[in-house]
């Protein structure tokens, strides 16, 4: 198991700080519209690069030929300044929408400035979550700065609904996976995971019915698609041969081969029409509020926010109360005449009455995180994954699948062109944090 090398988003920044100066050169103010989305920018990247791989160079950082090789800064640096950033962006912006300022060249809010302080104070308690291993740090003020938040709604807006989220929406014609063309590549190869597929099935959650297909082998033994029992995944840390042999294993004419569900084939792969991707959603929003009403950091109801998380992720996707209607491939074709409609009945408050469901102080923080972790599904990048780190919810799944001694890494290992570029200030930063040595299996201060 092997993350790889951190992604450089140095590049990247790079255009953030181009796209400020081109700002500049226009005339405006010190404070204007990218200067202030240039401050989140910053704020993102560093935070996606740093919980990858720990301490990086920032304020040396981005200089040019002024300084080719500078120096890393710890992550308590960098994220102390990541607030800063936010809370700076936060403030810019109430000032800018204010006097009516925009910006152009905006796809996702067509330059609306107040539609993007709402993600900036988002992307802030999301930060903030990140941090939870930390809050009893009087210097970062965790606790205190999540219930200025959320005390001060006039001050810091936030998300309200789904599609107030920062989100990718594809065109009407989209060629990326998954798309018809595609089917054959991947939707005949990747199974779904037994994480995943297991906690809607025991949760009794219909987002199962939407997401995955039945499996074959039990349709073939007469159970309908409309039985939760009839969905399961493989393990991720299972041996990739058996895993390979059991999803392709035959079922007979009629129906789809193995004993694994697959990604449905109506939602994923029968038109062009791409999903809309959350980059910062709505229903994680609810469902940090929740844990850090959980965690005590301010006064609130953690059971009203984790329930407005998983409406608004079985919104998503379309979950109404009364009857729903599903779509299943039996063959596990993706041809219209292969697709099977079938109706479920869903009422939220019997579905919430669910032990396994229902929020209860003791196992607050379990089912919060799980449930954050079913909405991540497909979106917002690896948040489901350093939520895990963080938490150790949900219980991934680990073995000889997952190589590296059956373990599930814990972080990133950095660029290549650090060890050769920046080698005596790289070497410096892991041997500061990990006694010397680049490891993927060693922790950084973020989770200790």
Do not use: H
């Amino acid at each position: 198991y092997n993350l790889g090398q951190m992604p450089n988003q140095y590049t990247t920044l790079k255009n953030v700080v181009k796209m400020e100066e081109e700002a500049k050169k226009l005339g405006l103010a010190d404070v204007n519209g990218y200067a202030a989305l240039g401050k989140f920018f910053r704020a993102y990247f560093f935070d996606q690069m740093s919980k990858r791989v720990g301490d990086l160079p920032m304020t040396e950082a981005l200089k040019g030929i002024e300084n080719t090789a500078p120096k890393y800064d710890s992550q308590k640096v960098i994220y102390t300044q990541i607030l800063k950033w936010l809370d700076d962006a936060n403030s810019d912006m109430t000032a800018l929408a204010a006097k009516g300022e925009t910006i152009s060249g905006d796809f996702y809010f067509n330059g609306d400035l107040k539609k993007w302080q709402k993600v900036v104070n988002a992307y802030r308690l999301r930060v903030l979550i990140t941090l939870s291993k930390k809050d009893t740090d009087a210097e970062l003020g965790i606790k205190a700065k999540f219930a200025e938040m959320l005390g001060n709604p006039t001050k810091y807006p936030m998300l309200g609904s789904n599609p107030e989220s920062l989100q990718f929406v594809w065109n009407n014609f989209n060629k990326y996976p998954s798309n018809p063309d595609n089917f054959g590549f991947d939707a005949t190869r990747q199974n779904m995971a037994s994480t995943y597929v297991g906690f809607l099935s025991k949760t009794q959650d219909p987002r199962v019915m939407i997401t995955c297909e039945p499996a074959g082998a039990d349709l073939k033994a007469g159970k309908l698609a409309s039985d939760f029992t009839a969905y399961r995944g493989a393990g991720s840390g299972d041996n990739i041969d058996d895993m390979a042999r059991n999803a392709g294993l035959t079922n007979g004419a009629g129906f789809a081969p193995g004993i694994f569900s697959f990604q449905n084939r109506a939602r994923y792969y029968q038109t062009y029409a791409g999903e809309n991707t959350f980059i910062v959603g709505y229903p994680e929003l609810c469902f940090n509020i929740a844990e850090g009403y959980a965690r005590g950091w301010a006064t609130g109801s953690a059971e009203d926010w984790y329930k407005k998380g998983i409406k608004a992720s079985q919104s998503f996707y379309g979950i109404a109360e009364g009857s729903n209607t599903m779509t299943y491939s039996k063959s596990g074709a993706r041809d219209a005449a292969d697709l099977v409609k079938y109706s479920v009945n869903f009422n939220f408050d019997t579905f919430y009455a669910q032990s396994t469901v229902k929020y209860d102080a003791a196992s607050g923080i379990e089912k919060i995180v799980s449930q954050k972790y079913a909405a991540f599904f497909m979106n917002s990048g690896m948040e489901a994954y350093f939520n895990w780190r963080r938490t150790g919810f949900p219980a991934f799944s680990s073995g000889v699948g997952n190589g590296n001694s059956n373990r599930i890494a814990l972080r990133w290992i950095y660029p290549a062109t650090e060890r050769t570029a920046n080698a005596t200030n790289y070497t410096a930063a892991i041997t500061s944090q990990y006694a010397g040595k680049d490891d993927i299996n060693d922790q950084m201060w973020l989770v200790k």
